[in-house]
T-cell receptor
Framework: KNEVEQSPQNLTAQEGEFITINCSYS?????LHWLQQHPGGGIVSLFM???GKKKHGRLIATINIQEKHSSLHITASHPRDSAVYIC???????????FGTGTSLTVIP | GAGVSQSPRYKVAKRGQDVALRCDPI?????LFWYQQALGQGPEFLTY????????KSGLPSDRFFAERPEGSVSTLKIQRTQQEDSAVYLC???????????FGSGTRLTVV
């Protein structure tokens, strides 16, 4: 049973392309997180959302609570954006996160 | 410190060896989680502490895994008699008190040979 589904699993883009990664979830949540993981395992928290839209530099995250769906967009992609992007949700009940399996992004110069 | 610190960053263990992984959460953070991430997979929940109390250990895969947080700050994840399937990145995350505002450590990559 996967509470969080991400798509695509793998994504290759040319430098400069606009990128979208999608996340759907099946539980009631208090927040949704987008995380970035570089080779070696370190995780960086990009966004935490409970509604609407957030923007940080070239990254934009949106969430539709009614549809239980979130998207992460990267504008003007760059090779340094290459990483695994993980969607995680904090459910309304319980104490733990549920994680998606991640989207592996490779941006080619 | 400014963030969640995990050590060692990398650990290679021979099969059957015991290992101890350390997590230093952000000072004052009440909640602390351990996650296991196998290669190509998303993180899987292992255990959760609120201060020194281990409130949920349902994700620990076997009795070879043991976690403690005796003073409600630093936590140690111990794996006894390591097996190859224990090879993974072990992530620690801490939070003030709620599911909001988690900070992740950089993880410890364990390789069992």
């Amino acid at each position: 049973k996967n509470e969080v589904e991400q798509s695509p699993q793998n994504l290759t883009a040319q430098e400069g392309e606009f990128i979208t990664i999608n996340c759907s979830y099946s539980v009631g949540i208090s927040a949704l997180h987008w995380l970035q993981q570089h080779p070696g395992g370190g995780i960086v928290s990009l966004f935490m959302l409970s509604s609407g839209k957030k923007k940080h530099g070239r990254l934009i995250a949106t969430i539709n609570i009614q549809e239980k769906h979130s998207s992460l967009h990267i504008t003007a992609s760059h090779p340094r954006d290459s990483a695994v992007y993980i969607c995680a949700v904090s459910p309304n009940t319980g104490n733990q996160f549920y994680f998606g399996t991640g989207t592996s992004l490779t941006v080619i110069p | 410190g400014a963030g969640v610190s995990q050590s060692p960053r990398y650990k290679v263990a021979k099969r059957g060896q015991d290992v101890a992984l350390r997590c230093d959460p952000i000072s004052g953070h009440v909640s602390l989680f351990w996650y296991q991430q196998a290669l190509g997979q998303g993180p899987e929940f292992l255990t959760y502490f609120q201060n020194e109390a281990q409130l949920d250990k349902s994700g620990l895969p076997s009795d070879r895994f043991f976690a403690e947080r005796p003073e409600g700050s630093v936590s140690t994840l111990k794996i006894q008699r390591t097996q190859q399937e224990d090879s993974a990145v072990y992530l620690c995350a801490s939070s003030l008190s709620t599911p909001y505002g988690y900070t992740f450590g950089s993880g410890t990559r364990l390789t069992v040979v």
